[in-house]
T-cell receptor, first 114, second 114 residues
Framework: AQSVTQPDIHITVSEGASLELRCNYSYGATPYLFWYVQSPGQGLQLLLK??????LVQGIKGFEAEFKRSQSSFNLRKPSVHWSDAAEYFCALNSGGGADGLTFGKGTHLIIQP | KAGVTQTPRYLIKTRGQQVTLSCSPI?????VSWYQQTPGQGLQFLFE???????NKGNFPGRFSGRQFSNSRSEMNVSTLELGDSALYLC?????????????FGSGTRLTVV
């Protein structure tokens, strides 16, 4: 069965500092991978996605993620965080083509210190 | 371009009652999927519809059902509500069957069962 693990439940970063959120997956082939962000009381907004090709993908709001097959990882990064980045971040996996929906990690709560 | 619209935003129901939630996808999107979000279980896939056909269903009891209409709008129904059904229910739409361009989520319906 496929799974997604986000090892960090909470992360606190100072405004202006760099950020890396970890995501590890378990899947037998190359999955479709996504990062979503959720603000309190809101739905999920897609930050970026990876299907194939270049393993470094650029997303919205200055985020990027790198797919590393050897480590089964898809970590999210941002060089300099802003207070508005405080939110819940979810990594998700889809088998692509299969109608099995998205499998989500438990999420990482990002806190920005002034 | 309007996003994914879910109605109602908030709902309070009593145990044993049934409830119907509605989702209008982005215009032109033919795939609609539903997710349940709770603090304990996180985001879990309920089911997905494409062109009025349910393509797959997550690991939920038969009390959870859904349908999709010819205009791609979707409804999900929960019968005989239990306290544990209290959750944020999210709908997501996608342009095509392979979902290669990702899913766009609505803001959700917050269901409280008392």
């Amino acid at each position: 069965a496929q799974s997604v693990t986000q090892p960090d439940i909470h992360i606190t970063v100072s405004e202006g500092a760099s950020l890396e959120l970890r995501c590890n997956y378990s899947y037998g082939a190359t999955p479709y991978l996504f990062w979503y962000v959720q603000s309190p009381g809101q739905g999920l907004q897609l930050l970026l996605k990876y299907f194939s090709g270049d393993t470094l993908v650029q997303g919205i709001k200055g985020f990027e993620a790198e797919f590393k097959r050897s480590q089964s990882s898809f970590n999210l990064r941002k060089p300099s965080v802003h207070w508005s980045d405080a939110a819940e971040y979810f990594c998700a996996l889809n088998s692509g083509g299969g109608a099995d929906g998205l499998t989500f990690g438990k999420g990482t709560h990002l806190i920005i210190q002034p | 371009k309007a996003g994914v619209t879910q109605t109602p935003r908030y709902l309070i129901k009593t145990r044993g009652q049934q409830v119907t939630l509605s989702c209008s996808p982005i215009s032109g999107h033919r795939s609609v999927s539903w997710y349940q979000q709770t603090p304990g279980q996180g985001l879990q896939f309920l089911f997905e519809y494409f062109s009025e056909t349910q393509r797959n269903k997550g690991n939920f009891p038969g009390r959870f059902s859904g349908r999709q209409f010819s205009n791609s709008r979707s409804e999900m129904n929960v019968s005989t509500l239990e306290l544990g059904d209290s959750a944020l229910y999210l709908c997501a739409s996608s342009l095509e069957a392979t979902r290669i361009n990702g899913y766009t989520f609505g803001s959700g319906t917050r269901l409280t069962v008392v």
